[in-house]
């Protein structure tokens, strides 16, 4: 691993190999294998495709055990092949006629990649690769992040906070309402995810189902083929030229995008919140924060991530730049970005298991809060001038404003200048009760919410 170029590889290794079941070389080959073997069992049932007769469960069992049982000895043979006829995916039907061979399957031979080009298989391979990397281990993991605030904004919905717009003092709120936002956006985006649905084409050398047609015009084509798509849990495409054009890839790679984006936001806003000393991180035995600066407890897990975040979305947004173009009906300038689907994914779990790490070490400094907060009482300016509109006093706001801008206020001089105040009783008492730390609106509410 010393030696890996890419870090995903190497030094993160341990925090992305899971991945490996979905992106490496070998479960390229294993899912084009599928995709074979899948479609031959799928001609067997066509009953105007005399040459063949239905399968028995037991052979089906003993094809789909190409795949199933497929091991790493299965992959290097498939490379060896490929070495010879410098073409993947015909390494892969070379493959399956030898395993087809071995068991007394001769007569199945001729059909394997019938009347196929290699992109039907590789769009269907593709996308089950994505659809199933997003299943089994994105989004668990992004749904324990998505969990772990829901947790913080519950436990810290009452929790006052100074509220910073354009970096200035601003209207308090309270930890748990800020996690709140972000766990109802994540929340949303999850959905989009998780309703998507990818296309998949198998319709031929230019997309016309030329070959198929020439052998068996009889066919329905088009109903088998969305049939044999939909039974992958994929959605059939039937308008394309040879390749499928990725535009639900680029959907799924979209929302990736935009979850990225609003993980790279809590990145930073919590590392200006580590900063400004609202949370505390714990202590970890044997860490070191700086090579020279022994007090140091730096906020790397939010770092890290946020690294590995943009990363991802260059990634990504290459991806959406590049796979929907292609010259006439085809050019091969998408499989090397296709490739590339996996790495884009780890950079982006990586981060996220770096901020579950980081969110596991916060702790809230509510000495450093109310601190904050008793020092700009100044913010209760907002209220009053609102109080003051209420009861239809003029110039409410350029009152506050004279008294306010660009100042720090203290509790004495707020509450001399209510007093000052021609206001009814109620309302007068309610602003002289009131503090920064109690002036947080709905925060509490929302925070409940999720």
């Known amino acids: 691993m010393l030696n890996n170029i890419s870090p995903i590889d190497g030094r993160y290794s341990k925090e992305t190999r899971e991945l490996g079941s979905f992106f490496s070389e070998d479960a390229l080959i294993k899912y084009r294998i599928k995709i074979e073997i899948e479609y031959l069992i799928a001609l067997c049932s066509v009953v105007q495709i005399v040459e063949l007769k239905p399968l028995s469960s037991i052979k089906k069992t003993e094809l789909r055990n190409i795949y199933n049982n497929f091991s790493t000895n299965d992959a290097e043979q498939i490379k060896k092949i490929e070495e010879k006829t410098n073409h993947d995916v015909k390494a892969v039907e070379y493959f399956i006629n030898d395993k087809l061979n ?149 959907e799924s790679y979209q929302s990736i995008i935009r979850i990225n984006s609003i993980l790279i936001d809590l990145c930073q806003d919590i590392w200006l919140y580590i900063s400004r000393g609202i949370f505390k991180q714990k202590r970890v035995a044997n860490e070191v924060g700086s090579s020279t600066m022994p007090h140091k407890i730096n906020p790397i897990d939010f770092e890290n991530a946020e690294g590995n975040l943009g990363i991802s979305n260059a990634l990504l947004s290459h991806f959406c730049a590049k796979l929907p173009i292609s010259r006439m009906q085809r050019d091969l300038s998408d499989s090397t970005v296709l490739r590339n689907q996996g790495v884009a994914l780890a950079h982006s779990l990586l981060a996220i298991k770096n901020i579950v790490k980081g969110l596991n070490r916060l702790a809230v400094n509510k000495d450093k809060t109310l601190e904050e907060l008793n020092s700009h009482w100044e913010v209760l300016a907002e209220a009053i001038q609102t109080i003051l509109r209420k009861n239809g006093q003029l110039n409410a706001y350029e009152k506050l404003k004279e008294l306010t801008r660009g100042e720090k206020m203290s509790r004495g001089i707020i509450n001399e200048f209510i007093n000052g105040l021609v206001l009814p009783k109620a309302d007068k008492e309610y602003l002289l009760s009131l503090t920064p730390e109690t002036y947080t609106g709905l925060s509490s509410k929302l925070a409940e919410l999720v």
């Open 102 to 250: 071995q068991s007394n399957s001769i007569k199945l031979v001729p059909w394997v990649h019938f009347a196929l080009t290699s992109e039907d298989v590789n769009n269907l391979a593709y996308s089950l690769m994505w659809q199933d990397g997003l299943t089994h281990v994105y989004l668990p993991t992004l749904k324990t992040v998505i969990s772990k605030l829901k947790s913080l904004a519950k436990k810290h919905n009452h929790t006052a906070m100074l509220a910073m717009t354009h970096g200035q003092p601003a209207t308090p709120t309270t930890i748990g309402k800020e996690l709140a936002v972000f766990f109802n956006r994540l929340q949303r985006q999850t959905a989009h995810i998780t309703e998507h649905r990818l296309q998949g084409k198998l319709s031929g050398a230019t997309g016309t189902w030329g070959a198929h047609i020439a052998a068996y015009p009889s066919v329905d084509w088009l109903q088998f083929t969305q049939r044999f798509i939909k039974s992958l849990k994929l959605e059939p495409n039937i308008f394309t030229t040879q390749i499928e054009p990725h535009d639900s890839l680029v």
